[in-house]
């Protein structure tokens, strides 16, 4: 931030008015004798009676005059450049205000992956496009871009708005007297007075990250860049926020903000205390004009819809409502046609976040702050510590069918035995221990997927025999298994294993995505059929697990973010992975596994650490 010296610099230059229009915005700025058109990008932070600088130079900078009279940089817009860790490799990540036309097309069609308020109803092929409501109020987009294969692609953006109008965590932390000297903000209860203060927040209203790229902590590199966008260049008429804040339902399933610096403040209240009541109060002509009440009046619509439709008297359906909403969870309690038709005007509670944007700030939110405790269990006991396994071999016995065409191969090859017996593997000794990945090398038929099925305790093999030790002799094994076709994922899975394991389960495979959780299995591509696969074997409580044809469906991006999460998730829950694949080349930097056995046709291998397998394949 500049502070300024000269005394005509000091005023600055007011903006009487701004309009916007596609992705400008323009400011009109009064001049001494006319006034001055300003042309900037669609969501630059200057607002009605702004004062604002405009630099010479090259460059236009423009900047608005803040407190103590220091400038806030508008123009060139924010962009800022960072490293960020993706699958394990540094990469390079661009966070930008939207500014050119590119930036406005990349940002709408990642808007596509944000449902909320949007009709999925509509034929996708017809000219009306799916519509959202606009959302008043200043607002700042952030688009971030990710350097993958020296390519920049669009991985996401996030959305800084004004504050929630009602925030019961915000009241409860905020009801503690705050002195900012600094900054001559303060109050002694924020109920009286406090709140006029409410411009002191900025909020994160929309988190929206590309579902290619999902299980690569690209939202907390999103999130890092709204605080630091909030710090430099939010304002309202120059008067900068000192906090941030951010509430919504998905913080429930994965916390992506603790680790910027977030303190959880508690749940929203929802309205499901106070909306039976208040239909009252409006249907009798309470006129209240706060935000609160013309919310409230906008259920009383739906509610009245819904009653048009079904007959019920107004009675019948207010006191059908306060019967549901007495319950813990009142959409157990609907039926499918009562729950779409009321869904829209029940509000849950759902998390509520804030960070001091500065020292001083953040020690007063800090201290409001208490630990969340988390849905879902805590991962199972592992039973082993360790796989032994010495002299394993598994020979073929193979009786040939003696046709005439097989009489014809053997004369032409010189094979004259009935029954021919090969040595697939071993004789092979190594061990694994938990919390480790093992993988498994070696070119096609050499026996990858052989070895894994004879470190399965239940293995059982006509053609095929297993001699040696692996010890222990009993081990919970796990395999990649499909799931019955016509179910759906969520559903499935949650089944098994209860909604919020099986969220988390998705999001470290990567699948974050709504409508693929609603799909039947069936409509999956192959590479999400993998993940949802791979996230049942992390629900399950198997020891060790058997994954043969690692990541063979998917693209290298997803591939690396499946493989690095795997490690993580081996190593954080003492599990041992054995896993195969003949084409690793998109995936092993990321899986660095902990060993490598290295197989080769007719029994040999090798048991490699990983240092020494990477020198020898960058060779
Ligand atoms: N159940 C079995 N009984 C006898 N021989 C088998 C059996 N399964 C596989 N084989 C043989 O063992 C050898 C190794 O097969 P395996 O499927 O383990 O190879 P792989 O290394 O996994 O190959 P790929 O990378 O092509 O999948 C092959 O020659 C195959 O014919």
């Not at 001091?356 to 409001?368: F, I, K, N, Q, T």
């Not at 297993?466 to 994922?489: D, N």
Request: hydrophobic share 40%; glycine share 8%; proline share 4%.
């Amino acid at each position: 931030m500049v502070n300024l010296k000269s005394d005509v610099a000091k005023s600055g230059l007011q903006v009487v008015s701004v309009s916007t229009k596609g992705i400008r915005k323009r400011a009109i700025v009064k001049g001494r004798k006319t006034n001055t058109p300003l042309d900037l990008h669609r969501f630059a932070m200057i607002g009605e009676n702004d004062r604002i600088v405009i630099g010479d130079g090259i460059e236009k900078r423009i900047w608005v005059i803040g407190e103590k009279k220091q400038l806030i940089d508008v123009s060139p817009h924010f962009s800022w450049q960072t490293k960020h860790i993706f699958a394990g490799n540094e990469v390079e990540l661009r966070i930008s205000e939207l500014s050119s036309d590119s930036d406005f097309r990349e940002y709408i069609s990642l808007e596509s992956f944000h449902y909320k308020g949007v009709d999925l109803s509509q034929d996708p092929s017809s000219a009306d496009k799916p519509t959202r409501k606009g959302t008043g109020g200043r607002r700042a987009v952030l688009l971030m871009q990710i350097k993958l294969h020296s390519r920049w692609i669009s991985a996401g953006y996030i959305e800084i708005q004004m504050p929630l109008m009602m925030a019961k965590p915000r009241h409860n932390a905020f009801s503690r007297p705050f002195s900012h000297r600094e900054r001559a903000v303060e109050w002694k209860s924020w109920q009286k007075g406090g709140q006029s203060l409410v411009n002191r927040i900025a909020r994160i209203a929309r988190v929206v990250v590309n579902p290619e790229l999902r299980g690569a902590n690209l939202s907390s590199a999103l999130v890092n860049a709204a605080i630091k966008f909030s710090r430099e260049r939010w304002h309202i008429g120059g008067k900068r926020p000192l906090f941030l804040e951010i509430s919504a339902e998905m913080l429930r399933h994965i916390d992506f903000v603790s680790g910027c610096g977030f303190h959880y403040l508690g749940d929203t209240e929802g309205n499901r205390t106070r909306l039976a009541k208040d239909l009252v109060s409006i249907k009798n002509g309470a006129k209240g004009s706060s935000g609160i009440m013309s919310l409230q009046r906008k259920y009383h619509a739906f509610f009245e819809s819904y009653r048009d439709r079904t007959g019920l008297t107004f009675e019948d359906l207010r006191s059908r409502l306060a019967e549901v909403l007495q319950y813990e969870d009142p959409w157990k309690h609907m039926d499918l046609e009562e729950w779409l038709a009321l869904r829209p005007v029940i509000r849950s509670p759902i998390p509520y976040y804030m960070i001091g944007l500065d020292e001083a700030s953040d020690a007063y939110v800090r201290e409001a702050a208490y630990t969340r405790k988390k849905n879902g269990s805590a991962s199972p006991q592992r039973s082993i510590d360790e796989i032994h396994v010495s002299n394993l071999e598994v020979n073929s016995k193979f009786k040939i069918p003696m046709t005439q065409h097989s009489r014809l191969i053997m004369d032409g090859f010189g094979i004259t035995t009935k029954t021919i017996r090969t040595r697939i593997i071993g004789p092979l000794s190594f061990s694994a221990a938990a919390g480790t990945v093992n993988f498994v090398a070696g070119s096609s038929g050499c026996g990858k997927s052989l070895l894994l099925a004879s470190l399965d305790p239940r293995w059982k093999s006509k053609s095929a025999v297993k001699t040696g030790e692996v010890s222990p002799k009993r081990y919970r094994v796990g395999w990649l298994e499909q799931p019955p076709s016509e179910a759906s994922l969520f559903e499935h899975l949650s089944n098994k294993h209860g909604p919020e394991r099986t969220f988390d389960a998705l999001a470290r495979v990567g699948l974050t995505e709504a409508l693929l959780f609603l799909k039947p299995f069936e409509m999956l591509s192959r590479g999400q059929r993998y993940r949802a696969m791979l996230a049942d074997l992390l629900l399950g409580d198997a020891d060790v697990w058997l994954l043969d044809e690692f990541c063979s469906d998917l693209d290298p991006f997803t591939a690396k973010i499946v493989a690095h999460k795997l490690r993580e998730t081996v190593q954080a829950e003492g599990r041992i992975a054995f896993v195969a694949a003949a084409n690793h080349s998109h995936f092993i930097s990321a899986l660095r596994p902990h060993k490598v056995l290295f197989l080769s046709t007719g029994g040999g291998s090798e048991d490699l650490t990983w240092k020494e397998y990477s020198h020898g394949i960058l060779q």
